[in-house]
């Protein structure tokens, strides 16, 4: 299995733009998280799904931010209009079961200037 | 308000030495800890793990000691090697409750000095 991919692994944009990150997660898992890392919070859960469903998005920062995940080996995650202080790395992650731990993919650096 | 704390944001340990990361937790329905390793520009990699029914794990250099009163749990490296510098974070989750989601503490970064 190649692991979970997600795409671009770095993104520059402009203050206003719309980006959007993909993810992959490894084939039957049923759980798929997206994290943010910055420097002042670590690691964020922003928003996770269990069999395509969104069960929690408490942690998604605003209504900037929206995720999707339409089929089980595709999931994306929106920031529309973006700002400078969204710049961070976002990871995407997933897993057979919620609670035991996950594989990361690599992460998309993601810088709005 | 962090449910997961690692108030070491670095440390430095001569190679060869132990290398000993905290870790303090205050949701106390949490029952599975977890340690992950991240270089730069990768992703977090799962390093080692412990159920609340135990209070050691072990694996080769890698030792979690967990203490359940204290809501603490520590990651002793030994001996530690310079291929072990990177960001270490602290996690946990409450298995098989509606909160079935792994909690990352904000990670301690290691330099394991030649």
């Known amino acids: 299995d190649a692991g979970v991919i997600q795409s671009p692994r770095h993104e520059v944009t402009e203050m206003g733009q719309e980006v959007t990150l993909r993810c992959k997660p490894i084939s039957g898992h049923d759980y798929l998280f997206w994290y943010r890392q910055t420097m002042m919070r670590g690691l964020e859960l922003l928003i996770y799904f269990n069999n395509n469903v969104p069960i929690d998005d408490s942690g998604m920062p605003e209504d900037r931010f929206s995720a999707k995940m339409p089929n089980a080996s595709f999931s994306t995650l929106k920031i529309q209009p973006s700002e400078p202080r969204d710049s961070a790395v976002y990871f995407c992650?997933?897993?057979?079961?919620?609670?035991?731990?996950?594989?990361f993919g690599s992460g998309t650096r993601l810088t709005v200037v | 308000d962090q449910q997961v704390k690692q108030n070491s944001p670095s440390l430095s340990v001569q190679e060869g030495r132990i290398s000993i990361l905290n870790c303090d937790y205050t949701n106390s329905m949490f029952d599975y800890f977890l340690w992950y390793k991240k270089y730069p520009a990768e992703g977090p990699t799962f390093l080692i793990s412990i159920s609340s029914i135990k209070d050691k794990n072990e694996d080769g250099r890698f030792t979690v000691f967990l203490n359940k009163s204290a809501k603490h749990l520590s990651l002793h490296i030994v001996p530690s090697q310079p291929g072990d510098s990177a960001v270490y974070f602290c996690?946990?989750?409450?298995?098989?409750?509606?909160?079935?989601?792994?909690?990352f503490g904000p990670g301690t970064s290691l330099s394991v000095i030649p």
């Open positions: 996690a946990a989750s409450a298995r098989g409750t509606s909160y079935d989601k792994v909690i």
């Open positions: 992650a997933s897993s057979l079961r919620g609670g035991y731990g996950y594989t």
